[in-house]
Each structure stands twice: as C-alpha cells, then as structure tokens.
Nanobody
Framework: QVQLVESGGGLVQAGGSLRLSCAAS????????MGWYRQAPGKQRELVAS???????NYRDSVKGRFTISRDNAKNTVHLQMNSLKPEDTAVYYC????????WGQGTQVTVSS
C-alpha cells in the first residue's frame, strides 16, 4: 500500500523559510508526477507546485520565484523549499503523487505570522 508522509511544516515569521519533504513507501517504481497542494481554511485545495518524472516543473503564479520544488526519483521523495513566506501562504500543505492512481499525504500545517 502506497503511503506518503510529509514533514517540515511549522510556524514561521513573514519573510522566513521552510522546507517541506514528502517520502513515499510501498512502491518500487517512480511516480509519473509529484507535487504539493495547499488548503487554507474556507478555501478550496489548490496546486502549489508539481514536477514530473523528467524534472519539468509547474508553479502557481503567487509562489513563482519564492518556492522551489525538487524530487529524487530513486528515493521517491519530493521537497518544497519555501522562501520569503507570506501570511497568505498559511495553509495545510499536502503531498500528491500520481501513477495511474493518485495518492495523498496526510498534510502538514504551515503558518506564517505577520
């Protein structure tokens, strides 16, 4: 059974940095794509960044230039380096991974204080 476990969330002041990590278990092949979503209270879950097996990345406009996604295909891990954090980045961040199925982590809270 595939499991995704996130780590690295927490509380940080505006302008600070956090690094989220997601480790997958229960799978021997690489995911076609991995990414990070977030959901703030009262809002829909939204894509933050994604990266495919070839290393091509996609970011939502509001995080471009501040966040960097990376992955290790051999280890089936994905990371999100978040710099220059803003209060509006506050949300629960979810790891996402796809083969022909889609998998989700349990989420990790990121809180940015002003």
């Amino acid at each position: 059974q595939v499991q995704l476990v996130e780590s690295g969330g927490g509380l940080v002041q505006a302008g600070g940095s956090l690094r989220l990590s997601c480790a997958a278990s229960g799978i021997t092949s690489s995911f076609n794509a991995m990414g990070w979503y977030r959901q703030a209270p009262g809002k829909q879950r939204e894509l933050v960044a994604s990266i495919n097996i070839g290393g091509n990345t996609n970011y939502r406009d509001s995080v471009k230039g501040r966040f960097t996604i990376s992955r290790d295909n051999a280890k089936n891990t994905v990371h999100l380096q978040m710099n220059s954090l803003k209060p509006e980045d506050t949300a629960v961040y979810y790891c996402n991974a796809r083969t022909f199925l889609t998998y989700w982590g349990q989420g990790t809270q990121v809180t940015v204080s002003s």
